[in-house]
């Protein structure tokens, strides 16, 4: 395995699940799978003492470091990073913002394309994540179940022959598989429809969250769908559920939204996305909230049809570099608030304009 | 899912952002939804998803001191108590699913619906499940025996550790 982190390099190229790419890549940014894992002979988390950890860390690393198909992959031990670096990592999606906020031994086992990560003393044992671009939950479920076949011939998982996969929090026993896709809404936000939308949601158990997950406001216009219930269903109907029930429904409900807006007002559509346009490329101090809100619609543009030479793969980067984490990392060195906000709108015309 | 506070079906999920321990979610019917959106936090404000489910099965099936008596059981292998489960929302150990069974099916019954698991089956594990028992408290004594420099007890336990492992033989049986 390797230990090398090249920070810089990560920084500057975007994992694959940004590509903009795959199916219905226009309203669909990415599809991921995550599975809950513990192992069958340590305690849980919370009753794991300093040295469990540290020993389970180092357990699990071995282990997959005897995997011949593991040797390409990153690890990262957390507790050495400092907390920009963490917060990298949460930006780019490979770590949760609760493993990055919390302290003791843990780590994260990271694909060279960021395809998949597998987080070491989380909330469970291990939370294994496979993200593919576009909606391709089968893609990514056939990758995240030949990980975990992999990981299960070195590691003895905690399994019951009842309840399955047994995990600290009862929400997520059974399965333990959590299915999202990421969504970008931005004509069903505008036609104010989407409460509406989600509302008929509410019946088939699923889910509705804003871009970093739980706990998130919902911001420029993307929203994350996913199951909720990981007992008393096979994975795979888990992923049809979503991957073929619900959210081809919502992708339905937003084409509709998008053809109305181009038939009707198409001068206050030009107008928004231009002003967008000329905000991003003229402003000389801007916030990552504002950043996110303009990239949004800008976004909207390209796939209306209304801009034709960007592309979407340079938005989807953008929405990540522009981040505070990545912003630092690009230049090397710790920047205030408002330094930040120079750099990013610097950054910013720098990308855009042409 | 169904309402934390009644057996109506919940069609309303909020996230409240403001609650005193961070942010906390709730499942609720129309008219708890209203009554939590008029008064403020009321008395809704307290539950997060987990432990409000966990609040509406137990209300529910038991009486007061009958929780109050559940409350004090302690799992023999992690030591948490239903207690200390009830508030946090997480178990200590694999065992605690079968030293709380009786408690815990109301809620996966209220949570996911069901009760039983019919996904994928780990090759390796599925013959041991009833076997975790005996690996976290078996890991916990080594612990101890190194703690106190009995090697040669622990030297025991890790050859027993290893032979439960290699004993499961790539059906899932015992060989």
Same mark, same amino acid.
């Given at each position: 395995?390797?230990?090398?982190?090249?920070?810089?390099?990560?920084? +500057?190229?975007?994992?694959?699940?940004?590509?903009?790419?795959?199916?219905?890549?226009?309203?669909?940014?990415?599809?991921?799978? =995550?599975?809950?894992?513990?192992?069958?002979?340590?305690?849980?988390? =919370?009753?794991?003492?300093? =040295?469990?950890?540290?020993?389970?860390?180092?357990?699990?690393?071995?282990?997959?470091?005897?995997?011949?198909?593991?040797?390409? #992959?990153?690890? #990262?031990?957390?507790?050495?990073?400092?907390?920009?670096?963490?917060?990298?990592?949460?930006?780019?999606?490979?770590?949760?913002?609760?493993?990055?906020?919390? !302290?003791?031994?843990?780590?994260?086992?990271?694909?060279?394309?960021?395809?998949?990560?597998?987080?070491?003393?989380?909330?469970?044992?291990?939370?294994?994540?496979?993200?593919?671009?576009?909606? !391709?939950?089968?893609?990514?479920?056939?990758?995240?179940? =030949?990980?975990?076949?992999?990981?299960?011939?070195?590691?003895?998982?905690?399994?019951?022959?009842?309840?399955?996969?047994?995990?600290?929090?009862?929400?997520? #026993?059974?399965?333990?598989?959590? #299915?999202?896709?990421?969504?970008?809404?931005?004509?069903?936000?505008?036609?104010?429809?989407?409460?509406?939308?989600?509302?008929?949601?509410?019946?088939?158990?699923?889910?509705?969250?804003?871009?970093?997950?739980?706990?998130?406001?919902?911001?420029?216009?993307?929203?994350?769908?996913?199951?909720?219930?990981?007992?008393?269903?096979?994975?795979?109907?888990?992923?049809?559920?979503?991957?073929?029930?619900?959210?081809?429904?919502?992708?339905?409900?937003?084409?509709?939204?998008?053809?109305?807006?181009?038939?009707?007002?198409?001068?206050?559509?030009?107008?928004?996305?231009?002003?967008?346009?000329?905000?991003?490329?003229?402003?000389?101090?801007?916030?990552?909230? +504002?950043?996110?809100?303009?990239?949004?619609?800008?976004?909207?543009?390209?796939?209306?049809?209304?801009?034709?030479?960007?592309?979407?793969?340079?938005?989807?980067?953008?929405?990540?570099?522009?981040?505070?984490?990545?912003?630092?990392?690009?230049?090397?060195?710790?920047?205030?608030?408002?330094?930040?906000?120079?750099?990013?709108?610097?950054?910013?015309?720098?990308?855009?304009?042409? | 899912?169904?309402?934390?506070?009644?057996?109506?079906?919940?069609?309303?999920?909020?996230?409240?952002?403001?609650?005193?321990?961070?942010?906390?979610?709730?499942?609720?019917?129309?008219?708890?939804?209203?009554?939590?959106?008029?008064?403020?936090?009321?008395?809704?404000?307290?539950?997060?998803?987990?432990?409000?489910?966990?609040?509406?099965?137990?209300?529910?099936?038991?009486?007061? @001191?009958?929780?109050?008596?559940?409350?004090?059981?302690?799992?023999?292998?992690?030591?948490?108590?239903?207690?200390?489960?009830?508030?946090?929302?997480?178990?200590?150990?694999?065992?605690?699913?079968?030293?709380?069974?009786? @408690?815990?099916?109301?809620?996966?019954?209220?949570?996911?619906?069901?009760?039983?698991?019919?996904?994928?089956?780990?090759?390796?594990?599925?013959?041991?499940?009833?076997?975790?028992?005996?690996?976290?408290?078996?890991?916990?004594?080594?612990?101890?025996?190194?703690?106190?420099?009995?090697?040669?007890?622990?030297?025991?336990?890790?050859?027993?550790?290893?032979?439960?492992?290699?004993?499961?033989?790539?059906?899932?049986?015992?060989?």
């Amino acid at each position: 395995m390797n230990q090398e982190t090249d920070w810089q390099r990560f920084a +500057e190229q975007s994992g694959q699940w940004l590509r903009g790419t795959g199916p219905e890549s226009d309203i669909v940014i990415s599809s991921r799978i =995550r599975l809950a894992r513990n192992l069958a002979e340590f305690p849980f988390i =919370r009753q794991c003492s300093g =040295r469990d950890r540290g020993q389970l860390e180092n357990s699990v690393r071995g282990k997959m470091e005897s995997l011949e198909s593991w040797q390409n #992959v990153h690890y #990262v031990h957390l507790d050495d990073l400092s907390e920009i670096d963490r917060q990298f990592l949460v930006e780019r999606q490979l770590i949760s913002r609760e493993i990055a906020e919390s !302290d003791g031994a843990r780590g994260v086992a990271i694909d060279p394309e960021e395809q998949f990560s597998v987080m070491v003393n989380e909330e469970d044992h291990l939370r294994i994540q496979v993200i593919h671009s576009g909606l !391709d939950l089968a893609g990514a479920y056939s990758t995240i179940n =030949r990980l975990d076949d992999e990981l299960e011939s070195v590691i003895l998982y905690a399994y019951h022959s009842r309840f399955g996969y047994l995990t600290a929090c009862p929400t997520n #026993v059974g399965t333990g598989l959590r #299915v999202s896709v990421m969504l970008h809404l931005p004509a069903l936000v505008i036609t104010q429809q989407i409460e509406k939308v989600f509302r008929s949601m509410r019946r088939i158990n699923v889910t509705v969250r804003g871009l970093y997950g739980e706990g998130s406001q919902y911001t420029g216009d993307f929203y994350q769908v996913s199951n909720q219930v990981t007992l008393g269903r096979r994975e795979e109907e888990l992923v049809e559920l979503v991957g073929d029930k619900v959210v081809p429904q919502i992708i339905e409900y937003e084409r509709k939204a998008r053809e109305f807006l181009v038939r009707q007002g198409s001068q206050d559509l030009h107008d928004d996305v231009s002003r967008a346009m000329g905000i991003l490329t003229m402003a000389k101090k801007i916030s990552s909230e +504002e950043t996110m809100h303009y990239l949004s619609k800008i976004r909207m543009g390209i796939n209306l049809g209304l801009i034709d030479d960007i592309e979407v793969a340079t938005i989807n980067k953008l929405f990540i570099q522009t981040q505070p984490a990545h912003l630092q990392k690009l230049h090397g060195g710790t920047l205030a608030t408002s330094d930040r906000n120079i750099r990013r709108a610097g950054y910013l015309q720098k990308h855009l304009s042409n | 899912m169904k309402c934390q506070y009644c057996e109506k079906p919940a069609t309303f999920h909020i996230t409240e952002l403001t609650g005193e321990q961070g942010p906390q979610i709730l499942h609720l019917c129309e008219d708890h939804a209203r009554q939590f959106l008029k008064n403020g936090n009321g008395n809704a404000g307290a539950a997060s998803s987990i432990t409000g489910a966990l609040a509406q099965t137990l209300k529910l099936s038991t009486a007061k @001191d009958e929780l109050a008596e559940t409350d004090q059981k302690a799992c023999p292998v992690c030591g948490i108590t239903f207690f200390e489960f009830r508030n946090t929302g997480r178990l200590g150990c694999p065992n605690d699913y079968d030293f709380f069974k009786s @408690d815990l099916l109301p809620l996966l019954k209220n949570i996911h619906d069901a009760q039983r698991h019919v996904g994928k089956r780990p090759r390796r594990a599925a013959a041991m499940a009833d076997q975790h028992e005996n690996l976290v408290a078996l890991r916990r004594e080594m612990q101890d025996a190194i703690g106190r420099e009995d090697y040669e007890r622990a030297g025991q336990i890790r050859d027993q550790l290893q032979q439960i492992e290699a004993n499961l033989n790539d059906d899932g049986e015992p060989s």
